[in-house]
Structure formats: C-alpha cells, structure tokens
C-alpha cells in the first residue's frame, strides 16, 4: 500500500539525494505541511506515468470498486482527466456536441484541439440553474450534423442534476459519435441506492469523476473511468501530456486511502441518506426559502432558492457566513449552493436547518426577476479556436450588444461560460449578465476585462 510505505520511508534513515528540494525537512517545524511524506519516483515507488507497482495497483482497486475495466488515476483534477480525454475522443478539427452548460475546462479542451462545436442547451428553471440534457435534442444534433465525433455532457450538474445517460449514449452509438460525461461532482453514485445510476453504468464511453469535490480525498484527486481498452491507452498517452511530471505522491495516497474508505462504509452513506432524508422533510416547512428539486437528481447537492424572497442567493450565503459561520459552496442570484458528502455530520444538517429556519422566518416574500437568468444560444461569427485570428479591440461592455466577444464570460464558480469567443453578444445574455452583476455575482472574463470592459473582435 502506497500509504504505509510512504509512513515507513518517512521514519527510515535513509538519506535523500534526490528531488524534492525540501529533503523532507520541515521549514516551518509544526508539522503541519506532510514534507516527510512528500516523495518522488524513487526506487520501489513506481511511477503515475508508467504503473506497474504500488500505483498501478491503486488504479486496479479505483477500477474494482468503480466496477468498470479502467481507472486512471488523476492528480490534476477533473479539469486533467477532462482534456485528457477530449484529446483521446477527438482528431484536431473534429465538430462535437457540447451541451452549454459545461465547465470551461471543457471548453478549453475544444479550443487546444481545434475542434468545432456545436452547442446544446439543456432545459432551463428560470433562475440561471440548467436543468438535464433532452436525448431528441441530442439526436436532433446528431442528424443535423452526421460528422460529430464526441459528445461531452455534465451530468450530474454543479446543481446535481442528472440527464438519461443511458437513452443519450444509445442515440450516440447509433450516430457513430462517443459519449464523454463530466462527471465531476458524482464520485459519489456508486455508494448508495439514492443516488444516480454512474454514466459508464449507463454506457457512456468514459467518464470523469472528482474524488475530492464529494468524497474525503485531497484536493485536485480524480479518476478517468472507462471500459473501452483502446481508450484507457489513449488516456494514459494523453494524462502524461496534460498532468505533472511530478505526481504528488501525496495526493495519490489519498486516492488509496480515500478507495479504502470506500470499500468499508457502506453505514456511513445510509447514514448520510438519513441525514439528508430528514433535512429535506424538514425544510419542507419553510415559508419563503426552498429546496430545488426534480428528478434524477443527486440529493447531496442542497440547492437553496431564494427566487420568491427579498433576498438574492448572495445576500443569503453572506448571512449564513456572517451570522451563523456556515460557509457554502456557491451562491448565485437566485439560489445558494451547500455541498454536502458522507463526511457531514448529523450536527452539521442541524446548524444549517436552524439557520435557514430563522433566516425564512425574517425574509419575505418578494417579486424578483429571476427569469432574466434563461441563457440563450447567441449567434455565432466564429469558432473560439480561430479568435487568434482577429484583431482585439477593448470595448465598454454597457456598449457591447452586437459585438462579437473575444472572450469568455463567466461566473466562477461554476465556470460556465455564458458568452464563448466568436459569439454575438445579444441583449438578452448581456441583460442576464448585468442581472447577475446587480444581485452581487462576480462575472469574469477570460481576459479579466470584465466587469467593465471586454475585448471584441473588429471585424
Ligand atoms: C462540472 C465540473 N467539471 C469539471 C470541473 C473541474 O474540476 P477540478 O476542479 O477537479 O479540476 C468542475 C470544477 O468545479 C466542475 O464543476
């Protein structure tokens, strides 16, 4: 076990000739940075890029417990595996599907690669929050443009919300294109009945999943899963690309342990269900806050609404951390995000039902116009991968309606570009944009011109 012999190393007297600089000397001297446990490459400690000992053995159990062929160990988070795995997928100048609502690492992937996408946009609630990905939407793409090679879709969303993987990935292999599913924030699926059924359970070609965002394992951990050979070599070809020279092998421990958490506590998810069973039954009650929710959906995301109150999703998180130190996730215009995992303690469900009971007993109820949040699918000029090829000038964004952006415009988090390079800035995104400015959201450019200027293209 990767783990114990890290443990054992650190209490060996043997001397370090070799990266990394710090020679497991503590600097600080509190022990509270692992630098005794901090390794590399040496002997007897294989190597994430070429496995075939203890790391090799850490991505056998990730696929044994997973119950899929292959599992590729990930260091640099999703966002790693995501363009890993778009690189795998794709030819440079393949055309894809990407459903709108998806990370902008994901974007980041098409533009390295050249590809063309097109975009499919899921089902909207009205308060900025996508709902799931619609299969005829898919397969009227599909028809529409015989030539797409890869399909990337996330589901489950930041919001937990899940789309038919199984009824996408059928319409997908019959249109000769692979499904990718972004499956970031559902590491969690296989571990208990109530969540939803995993996306290569259901036939997606891969996936990747982040341990670290809903399972106790450290930062930046993940794991590309997939049961298609071919595949699981490309991945590995294109990890070495994309990810570090220089694994830690701290984080690669914490895969393990995190794995052998996994095997041994199935209770603790039952009791996770009961907490969350229980939270919901009682937030029932609230007057004027609710909770989001609609089928297939992960119950460990708490999507908190405040669209019929006097309060934005920002004013509520700033209360929640002021008033009663709970820190959230997210907040947007309309709605609060409070991740939850297996490692949430029934005291915690309680601290943050009896704050959000007070709060709702002092909000009322309000007229907000949340549905300025529906996202549209601007016209496009050009594809993001051909932006180098236009000359940048700034512009005032209370001036930009009808200019093409140069850039992408989002909130982080989630990431998910509202505006792609290439694409028309329309009243309506502009409107939605400026809405979520106004109730307190920071809206970024990938250039960092925003909030007041943007750089567009002179065309
Ligand atoms: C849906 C989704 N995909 C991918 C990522 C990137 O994940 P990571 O932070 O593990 O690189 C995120 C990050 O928030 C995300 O929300």
New binding site residues.
């Given amino acids: 076990m990767l783990y114990k012999k890290l443990i054992e190393y650190s209490k060996s007297s043997v001397y370090p000739f070799h990266m990394p600089g710090h020679k497991r000397f503590d600097i600080n001297g509190d022990g509270k940075l692992p630098y005794k446990l901090d390794l590399t490459e040496i002997y007897g400690f294989d190597d994430l890029h070429n496995a075939n000992g203890c790391i090799r053995d850490i991505g056998d159990t990730a696929a044994q417990i997973y119950n899929v062929d292959y599992a590729l160990l990930?260091i640099?988070?999703?966002?790693?595996?995501?363009l890993s795995a778009v690189r795998s997928m794709t030819k440079r100048g393949d055309r894809v599907l990407i459903a709108r609502?998806?990370?902008?690492?994901?974007y980041n992937a098409a533009e390295l690669m050249g590809l063309k996408p097109e975009y499919i946009l899921p089902g909207q609630t009205g308060f900025g929050l996508f709902g799931s990905v619609s299969p005829g939407e898919v397969e009227k793409k599909l028809t529409e443009f015989k030539d797409i090679k890869l399909v990337i879709i996330?589901s489950?969303?930041?919001e937990g919300v899940c789309s038919d993987i199984g009824k996408i990935s059928e319409i997908c292999h019959a249109h000769n294109a692979m499904l990718f599913v972004?499956e970031?924030?559902g590491a969690h699926f296989p571990f208990n009945e109530a969540f939803p059924v995993p996306a290569v359970h259901q036939g997606a070609d891969a996936a990747?999943i982040?341990l670290?965002?809903t399972l106790p394992s450290l930062?930046?951990?993940?794991l590309l899963l997939t049961n298609n050979n071919t595949l699981a070599e490309k991945f590995s070809l294109n990890t070495a690309v994309f990810e570090t020279s220089s694994p830690s092998y701290i984080l690669m421990s914490s895969i393990e342990c995190c794995l052998s958490y996994l095997k041994n506590s199935r209770t603790a998810f039952d009791e996770y269900i009961d907490n969350l069973t229980l939270f919901y039954k009682r937030t029932k009650t609230l007057k004027h806050l609710s909770l989001f929710d609609c089928d297939n959906r992960d119950i460990g995301k708490l999507v908190i609404l405040t669209d019929k109150t006097n309060l934005s999703g920002h004013q509520l998180a700033g209360i929640l951390r002021k008033e009663y130190q709970l820190e959230t996730e997210m907040s947007s215009a309309d709605y609060v995000i409070a991740m939850t995992s297996v490692c949430d303690t029934a005291e915690g469900f309680e601290r943050l039902y009896k704050a959000l009971s007070e709060i709702d007993n002092n909000c009322f109820t309000a007229e907000r116009k949340s549905n300025r949040l529906n996202v549209e699918l601007p016209p496009r000029r050009f594809f993001p991968c051909e932006k180098d090829d236009y000359k940048a000038v700034k512009k005032s964004f209370d001036k930009a309606v009808g200019c093409v952006s140069l850039e992408y415009i989002f909130a982080y988090?989630?990431?998910?570009p509202l505006i792609v390079p290439g694409e028309v800035l329309t009243e309506k995104i502009c409107d939605c944009i400026n809405y979520q400015i106004r109730n307190g959201v920071e809206m970024i450019s990938s250039e960092k011109n925003m909030p007041h200027c943007l750089s567009v293209a002179e065309l």
Avoid at 76 to 82: F, P, V
Avoid at 101 to 106: E, G, I, L, Q, Y
Avoid at 413 to 416: A, H, Y
């Fill in positions: 990930l640099n988070g999703a966002t790693g595996g995501i609502n998806c990370h902008k690492s994901v996330t489950p969303t930041y972004d970031a924030h990747v982040s670290h965002k930062t930046q951990t993940a988090p989630p990431g998910i």
